[in-house]
């Protein structure tokens, strides 16, 4: 019966009131068309309204158009908290902390390149390992580990991996400060040993693109976009590292929470004062696999230029466009009442999305906006959208992807992996992964349409849709 409290606010919003339940701080909105609305599971929409009882948290809770059912709060989640006494919860950041995406830019049209596409694919398979728990063969020490979870990006450039220009087109320019490799234990480090520059499994992917269509000229100029270009899109995150990170505090916290006055309708959302030792704790363990997880993506990117060197020749270049996050928390700073303050933005499957001339996005980029990489499921189309003004109302966030609809254990259920390696193959698209389960648990029939789901944050005035990128080929994460 929860769908039918939400009140439609337009046609691209709803709300459900602070009335529905005597435990909501603040009202819970969701951007969804009817249709979007009508097909989210109600858990998602359950955890959506749990959200709100969170102390210290702002304005409202708010659901994306790709929300769906996760650890505590939904993923496709925001939530802003009062600074500094408000909470921080490893449940609203997620396992995967700071799974994104990256976008490599060629200089080649797909005409150019048809011919080399399977080579690239079979090739940058080799070079970047993909699967759980599936890692390279050189594994670094703990001290290497450390300077990687406190260094990120930066780091790794400093050590001849990459261009200055891969550091300022990364968020946050690939490290946060406040990581702290002393908050991160042995058993998530030696889990990241082995899995710096590595896929993982799930819906994470390295894909070649191409660019379908141009929709704001202006805009994809200044990103360096053009029609029927090829490009490379990565999708992953702190892979084992992270995960550990999650479920090691999680576990702390469980415990304690209590004894700070919080009560909570579902122990799953889990949290703390941010400025409780506890809560400072998390967040510098946080950073730290977000360091992790933007210099997995780094080096990945690394892998990849190499692999197209070695098809295409030494003078192939790929130019990264932009790095974001998509499950992360960060003190930000925005305005209520016509006041700027500081809040602690949870996004759990939810993007970034700063308007034109704000401080923290590339000064090559700075005049028309953050850039936004949605990726699609396997096989389908993925977006670059830029940030708005308007998006101020949802925290400067959009979603992350198409958001799935079906569990992975009931799409292996409706397809096999081969039947989707067929349905891609016959629209000329090239699939590597070595497990064939893997790929049907990423069906596209498992996920929402992400064109619909775009259309919602880009209707919504969230955003505005730059470009489209149809699949070419998609090396897979199992």
């Known amino acids: 019966m929860i769908k039918e409290r939400f009140i439609k606010i337009n046609d691209w919003l709803w709300e459900i009131p602070k009335s529905f339940r005597h435990d909501m701080r603040v009202p819970?909105?969701?951007?969804?068309?009817?249709?979007?609305?009508?097909?989210?599971?109600?858990?998602?929409?359950?955890?959506?309204?749990?959200?709100?009882?969170?102390?210290?948290?702002?304005?409202?809770?708010?659901?994306?158009?790709?929300?769906?059912?996760?650890?505590?709060?939904p993923i496709g989640g925001v939530g802003a908290m009062k600074y500094p006494d408000g909470v921080i919860s490893p449940g609203f950041v997620g396992y995967d902390e700071n799974c994104g995406c990256r976008l490599l830019l060629?200089?080649?049209?797909?005409?150019?390149?048809?011919?080399?596409?399977?080579?690239?694919?079979?090739?940058?398979?080799?070079?970047?390992?993909?699967?759980?728990?599936?890692?390279?063969?050189i594994r670094l020490s703990i001290k290497q580990i450390n300077r990687i979870l406190e260094g990120g990006v930066p780091y790794l450039v400093e050590k001849g991996y990459g261009e200055k220009e891969d550091v300022e087109n990364c968020e946050h320019q690939?490290?946060?400060?406040?990581?702290?490799?002393?908050?991160?234990?042995?058993?998530?480090?030696?889990?990241?040993?082995?899995?710096?520059?590595?896929?993982?499994?799930?819906?994470?992917?390295?894909?070649?693109?191409?660019?379908?269509?141009?929709?704001?000229?202006?805009?994809?100029?200044?990103f360096g976009l053009f029609k029927d270009q090829v490009v490379v899109m990565i999708h992953t995150g702190s892979r084992?590292?992270?995960?550990?990170?999650?479920?090691?505090?999680?576990?702390?916290?469980?415990?304690?929470?209590?004894?700070?006055?919080?009560?909570?309708?579902?122990?799953?959302?889990?949290?703390?004062?941010?400025?409780?030792?506890?809560?400072?704790?998390?967040?510098?363990?946080?950073?730290?696999?977000?360091?992790?997880a933007w210099a997995n993506r780094h080096m990945i990117t690394y892998y990849v230029r190499k692999a197209w060197q070695s098809v295409l020749g030494k003078e192939a270049n790929l130019k990264l466009l932009y790095d974001v996050a998509h499950n992360i928390a960060k003190v930000e700073e925005h305005?209520?009442?016509?006041?700027?303050?500081?809040?602690?933005?949870?996004?759990?499957?939810?993007?970034?999305?700063?308007?034109?001339?704000?401080?923290?996005?590339?000064?090559?980029?700075?005049?028309?906006?953050?850039?936004?990489?949605?990726?699609?499921?396997?096989?389908?189309?993925?977006?670059?959208?830029?940030?708005?003004?308007?998006?101020?109302?949802?925290?400067?966030?959009?979603?992350?992807?198409?958001?799935?609809?079906?569990?992975?254990?009931?799409?292996?259920?409706?397809?096999?992996?081969?039947?989707?390696?067929?349905?891609?193959?016959?629209?000329?698209?090239?699939?590597?992964?070595?497990?064939m389960r893997g790929i049907a648990e990423e069906a596209p029939i498992a996920y929402k349409d992400v064109n619909n789901v775009v259309e919602v944050v880009h209707n919504a005035g969230l955003s505005k849709k730059v470009a489209k990128l149809k699949p070419l080929a998609v090396i897979k994460g199992e």
Not at 107 to 131: H, N
Not at 242 to 267: F, S, V
Not at 268 to 286: D, H, I, T, Y
Request: charged content about 25%; aromatic content about 6%; hydrophobic content about 35%.
């Open 28 to 73: 819970a909105r969701i951007y969804a068309s009817e249709k979007l609305l009508r097909e989210t599971e109600d858990e998602a929409l359950i955890q959506l309204v749990n959200t709100t009882t969170m102390p210290g948290i702002v304005k409202y809770a708010i659901a994306m158009p790709d929300i769906h059912s996760g650890y505590g709060p």
């Open 106 to 137: 060629s200089d080649y049209k797909e005409e150019e390149i048809k011919r080399y596409l399977d080579e690239l694919a079979t090739e940058i398979q080799k070079e970047v390992p993909s699967g759980l728990g599936r890692g390279r063969a």
């Open 174 to 222: 690939g490290k946060m400060e406040m990581a702290d490799a002393s908050c991160v234990s042995e058993r998530a480090k030696n889990r990241g040993r082995d899995q710096v520059g590595t896929l993982g499994s799930g819906n994470h992917f390295c894909q070649l693109d191409k660019v379908e269509e141009i929709f704001d000229e202006e805009v994809a100029k200044i």
């Open 240 to 292: 084992g590292l992270g995960h550990q990170n999650c479920t090691d505090y999680l576990r702390k916290l469980m415990p304690i929470y209590p004894k700070y006055g919080i009560k909570l309708p579902d122990r799953e959302l889990c949290c703390v004062p941010f400025n409780s030792p506890e809560g400072q704790r998390f967040f510098k363990a946080m950073s730290a696999a977000c360091n992790f």
């Open 335 to 435: 305005e209520i009442d016509g006041k700027k303050i500081k809040l602690i933005v949870h996004r759990k499957g939810a993007t970034r999305a700063f308007p034109p001339n704000h401080p923290e996005i590339p000064k090559n980029h700075r005049k028309v906006g953050q850039v936004i990489l949605v990726p699609g499921s396997m096989g389908t189309a993925s977006y670059v959208l830029v940030g708005t003004k308007k998006s101020k109302e949802a925290w400067y966030t959009v979603c992350h992807g198409a958001g799935r609809t079906m569990s992975r254990h009931a799409a292996v259920k409706q397809i096999s992996g081969q039947e989707v390696i067929n349905k891609l193959k016959s629209k000329g698209i090239i699939v590597r992964c070595y497990s």
